[in-house]
């Protein structure tokens, strides 16, 4: 509230030293104009740069503390500067000698502009978080703003980078817009904002008490009542679609709920140019989220659960009310205890005696007729055993490290020092066994059949191991995975996610190390911009582009 | 059905049971295997008598069938060359070492018979009758996979130049453009895990609230997929054609696992007939084979990642071995002079008992490393059904089924977050290992800077 108030009257008083022809303070409305206008991180700096930490311009826009004011602040650069150095932190508090004292008119034209749409989006966001019901159906802009609903909806952690908050805000708003909810206030719409995050809080709370349970970002129940929406004027006469707040949750349709509410608002409402990507992204999201569930999003529709409380279809089947007494249709029943029953029997059955030697004997005879030399190991075996051993330095260095240097007894200095030679031995034989597996790669290559042409042409089909690794050796039993609880299945999905994402991030450093390391150490780039690029490689090398650096000028005033 | 072939191996071989025995083991065998695989028993005959057509559809056959075991994609179009180039490393890859395979020629003119050795070979070697089933079969559960093996990015060899960039190496990309796609990776990723995080809720309330009304008593509740079809059971007929479908592959399969005695058997009159017309030329291959292998000089990309990861582990392994000596030599000098100083004390304690009680101790706990250090046998791969079975629930359950005979493979969530626990904290040592090493190389960097002091968060 008090920026827009500040806005204002830091125009006012422009205005009237201008008209008064004196100089007046500060504020260089072309560089606020050009700062406001896109806050990424500005190409054209002025060689002069202020002592401040270089690229703090652009991180100061990416900053998601604090609010808009902030922002502007950091971002400012003004264009001329004249010997002034240090206005940074203090430039529309202090009253100094500013050299631009006409901006020109295009730049007051942009700077009233950015007023206009400041102004607006204070307004929105404070009639918003009072009335969600009356949305601003005026403010209908562009859908360049559904990009950041889409991120919005889904997770609340996510740095919402530079993008204008305020034309989310709207584009949102407009979804709300036909929407006569009949949804109690629970359901309310709160769109998330950013930088206050206190609205943020209590928004997290609100969908404690929605329908699906959905995630607790208030981005989904934004969406839900589009869905709702969506629902009544696509199928009135079903409402299951309105329970079908499990929309949210349609993995196979939309990434949170936006997507298919996104979806519906630009089919109905308007064109959107923004649409193919976040179709895309979408999908993308799907593609890598989607376990074999078949079509999760529609059983997720048949979650009614009965805490709704708007109205429940007679034909919706409430899973809460009858699950225990859902019986699966009779062909597939049939079908199914049949084949379940093959299954059992075959995984039961064991070769026979007779079987088992004329196999024995088949495939002795046919191994003398191989090559005289027959390596030990063959290649998948080869491949086997060297995965086994991937993990066992760091494994065994674990074992070193946890044995501590002093110890109270003898005793334990003894048990200590067994430990460390039993650690020895084990280290000599993985060892060996090294040696012996390379023998084995050196046999092997001799055999391996001759690719005719271009040594290209079999890489592929050399690397035949990748799906064979899991093909459970034959064992003709799915088996099956206990969980006991909701939390167990949580982790284990986390867990197997976080291990990717590590496996990803491990090959990404070593990737960016070696690309990118080298560029410094070469001194091939200018002086200016070596400290950023320092910095930014430092970043991304040593802190995974979570944190940055300080760069301090090491300058002395003279 | 009156076969030739067969019908003169058992005048050979003599005490067969008859060659009718002999039809119905292959007819059984291929209708057991996948349907795309299209194997008819007439394939099989033509193939021993070695017809001309029969190599080139066995060449497919083989082809459709290794790619289904390495689960690559193929289609029926790719050409015969290339086929035939497959086949052979794949079969190389599993250790078939009959030179006679690998020399025959790449258009598929000839030597069936070679290739029927081989199939029966991999039907033995790799259970290939009994992965095909696996793999193929119709999945009607929620499924996920336990291990992580597809992600182990170490051993991969996939080309690097699949995203090619678009900038030329005059070029110079923006530092800022990496900034921007290692976020909005990150983002990503943050949206998969809630996505994953939704999924987990949906699935444990369909399973929570449908325990009890499944036909299969162990599974207990209904699956995504089932629960689908209770709505809809108009889109799932086909599921159930599948299903039955597979129920007849299997009972073919136990058939086949009746008879197939003979087909081993016949098997051998293959190698028989070869072995009799190879005597009489084999001076002549004898001198082929030594010209035929000079395959030393070409490199092997195989061979030089398996290298590559062997040097690597040799040198963490032999840096460790260095430490260890060290500090094992350090120690046991220390500890033999304690021991000298207080060798009375010592004797009196009856110190020899406790000594032997500490060596048994140290054996069980590096019993734990060796078996860590040799390949796990029965480790659970890849796909799981999940299943979700309360406490209490588990224990009205008990052991009834499963005493009798051997037990359904079963791996409980516990374990599986416990490895997996284990694997996260030591891909994080190694994500800091190489960032510390970053660090410090950063740190010479900046010394080389003009000017500038970095302060690091």
């Known amino acids: 509230m008090g920026f ?35 806050c990424g991180p500005e190409p054209g700096r002025s060689p002069r740069d202020p002592p401040q930490p270089p690229g703090w311009g652009s991180r100061g826009c990416r900053e998601r503390a604090g609010g808009v004011r902030q922002r502007r602040v950091l971002c400012v650069h003004p264009p001329c500067r004249d010997g002034q150095d240090d206005e940074q932190p203090e430039t529309e508090a202090s009253s100094k000698d500013g050299c631009e004292s006409r901006p020109s008119p295009k730049e007051l034209e942009e700077l009233e502009l950015l007023n206009r749409a400041l102004e607006k989006a204070l307004r929105v966001r404070k009639s918003i978080s009072k009335t ?12 360049t703003g559904e990009g950041s609903a889409f991120e919005n909806a889904s997770e609340q952690q996510v740095p919402v980078s530079g993008r204008d908050v305020p034309v989310s805000r709207e584009a949102r708003a407009v979804s709300k817009k036909p929407a006569s909810m009949k949804k109690p206030s629970p359901y309310q719409l709160r769109a998330p904002y950013r930088t206050d995050p206190d609205v943020k809080k209590t928004q997290r709370r609100a969908p404690a008490r929605c329908v699906s349970q959905g995630p607790r970002t208030a981005g989904k129940s934004s969406s839900k009542g589009a869905v709702s929406r969506q629902g009544k004027s696509h199928r009135p006469a079903s409402s299951a679609s309105d329970q079908g707040v499990c929309a949210a949750t349609e993995l196979q349709n939309a990434p949170g ?106 495939t002795e005879r046919i191994q003398t007729t191989f090559c005289s030399p027959m390596p030990a190991l063959s290649p998948v075996e080869i491949e086997e055993e060297l995965k086994v051993l991937q993990d066992i330095p760091s494994l065994l ?13 003898l005793q334990r200095e003894y048990e200590s020092l067994l430990t460390l030679e039993g650690l020895q031995s084990t280290v000599s034989q993985c060892l060996r066994k090294l040696q012996l597996l390379q023998a084995a790669v050196e046999s092997q290559k001799r055999l391996h059949p001759d690719c005719t042409g271009d040594v290209g042409s079999c890489c592929p089909a050399c690397v035949p191991a990748r799906g064979r690794a899991c093909g459970g050796a034959g064992t003709l039993a799915v088996p099956l995975l206990w969980y006991s609880s909701f939390q167990e299945l949580r982790d284990l999905f986390a867990l197997k996610l976080q291990v990717s994402m590590l496996h990803q991030e491990i090959a ?34 040593c802190e995974g582009g979570k944190r940055f650096p300080v760069l301090v000028r090491d300058e002395l005033a003279d | 059905m009156v076969r ?147 992600d182990d990015l170490s051993q991969s060899e996939q080309g690097t130049t699949e995203i090619a960039p678009e ?149 963490d392994l032999m840096a460790l071995r260095d430490q260890l000596h060290e500090l094992v030599t350090h120690r046991k000098s220390a500890w033999e002079e304690k021991v000298k100083a207080r060798a009375e004390d010592l004797q009196k304690e009856d110190f020899a008992a406790t000594v032997r009680k500490i060596q048994e101790a140290v054996e069980l706990k590096l019993l734990d490393l060796s078996n860590l250090c040799a390949p796990k046998k029965n480790k659970v791969h890849g796909l799981c059904r999940l299943v979700y079975r309360s406490k209490h629930s588990a224990s009205k359950i008990g052991f009834s089924r ?39 190389r950063l740190d010479e960097i900046a010394e080389g800077l003009d000017g500038v002091i970095c302060i690091s968060p």
Not at chain 1, 331 to 356: I, M
Not at chain 2, 108 to 124: D, I, K, M, N, P
Not at chain 2, 427 to 437: A, D, G, M, S
């Open chain 1, 4 to 38: 827009a108030g500040w806005r204002r009257r830091w125009w006012r008083r422009w205005a009237a030293e201008r008209s008064g022809g004196g100089s007046w303070s500060g504020w260089r409305p072309g560089a606020g104009a050009s700062c406001g206008g896109e």
């Open chain 1, 132 to 143: 969600p019901l009356e949305a601003q159906v005026a403010l209908a802009e562009k859908p």
């Open chain 1, 257 to 362: 709920s936006s997507k298919s509410a996104l979806k519906e608002q630009q089919s109905s409402i308007r064109d959107s140019s923004g649409e193919g990507n976040l179709v895309a992204a979408g999908r993308q999201l799907i593609d890598a989220g989607k376990k074999s569930c078949g079509s999760h999003g529609e059983s997720s529709r048949k979650e009614n659960p009965t805490a709704e409380g708007g109205s429940t279809s007679p034909r919706t089947v409430t899973i809460q009310q009858q699950g225990c007494q859902l019986k699966l249709p009779h062909p597939y029943r049939k079908a199914y205890s049949r084949n379940c029953r093959a299954w059992e029997r075959s995984r039961l059955c064991q070769t026979s005696a007779d079987a088992a030697a004329a196999r024995k004997r088949f």
């Open chain 1, 397 to 409: 260095s674990q074992y070193v490290e946890a044995e501590p240097a002093d110890h109270p007894t």
């Open chain 1, 508 to 541: 990404l450093q070593k990737l960016t190390m070696t690309e990118l390391l080298p560029v410094l150490e070469s001194e091939a780039c200018p002086e200016a911009s070596a400290a950023q690029l320092y910095r930014a490689i430092y970043t991304q090398l």
């Open chain 2, 4 to 150: 030739k072939g067969p019908g003169s191996a058992a005048g050979r071989a003599g005490a067969m049971p008859g060659g009718r025995a002999l039809p119905g083991a292959v007819g059984a065998l291929c209708r057991a295997m996948p349907p795309r695989a299209r194997l008819v028993p007439e394939g099989l005959r033509r193939a021993k008598l070695d017809r001309p057509q029969a190599t080139l559809d066995f060449w497919r056959l083989l082809y459709a069938l290794l790619k289904q075991i390495h689960g690559g994609k193929w289609s029926e179009a790719d050409a015969i060359d290339t086929q035939i180039r497959f086949v052979k490393l794949a079969l190389w890859y599993q250790g078939y070492g009959r030179p006679e395979l690998y020399r025959l020629p790449s258009d598929g003119s000839a030597g069936s018979r070679e290739l029927l050795l081989a199939f029966s070979w991999l039907l033995h070697r790799i259970s290939l009758l009994e992965q095909l089933l696996a793999r193929n079969r119709v999945r009607t559960g929620d499924e996920t996979s336990v291990c992580m093996c597809e």
């Open chain 2, 167 to 315: 900038y030329g190496p005059e070029d110079r990309v923006d530092v800022r453009y990496l900034q921007w796609l290692n976020g909005r990776l990150r983002f990503q990723w943050r949206s998969l895990h809630a996505q994953h995080q939704e999924q987990c809720k949906l699935l444990h309330k369909i399973h929570l609230l449908t325990s009890g009304s499944h036909v299969d008593q162990i599974l207990g509740h209904f699956s995504v997929t089932e629960m689908d079809l209770i709505r809809q059971t108009e889109n799932y007929k086909q599921l159930v054609q599948l299903l039955e479908r597979e129920t007849m592959q299997l009972e073919a399969f136990l058939e086949w696992k009746q008879l197939e005695p003979v087909y081993w058997q016949w098997m051998e009159t293959v190698l028989d007939n070869m072995a009799e017309e190879g005597n009489m030329c084999k001076p002549q291959d004898a001198h082929i084979e030594k010209s035929s292998l000079p395959k030393v000089t070409s490199c092997c990309p195989w061979a030089d990642s398996l290298t590559g990861q062997i040097n690597k582990l040799s040198r």
């Open chain 2, 402 to 440: 499963s005493v009798s005979k051997q037990p359904a493979p079963a791996v409980s969530a516990t374990e599986v977050i416990r490895e997996l626990q284990m694997r996260e904290a030591s891909l994080q040592r190694e994500l800091k290992q190489l960032r510390e090493e970053c660090r410090q």
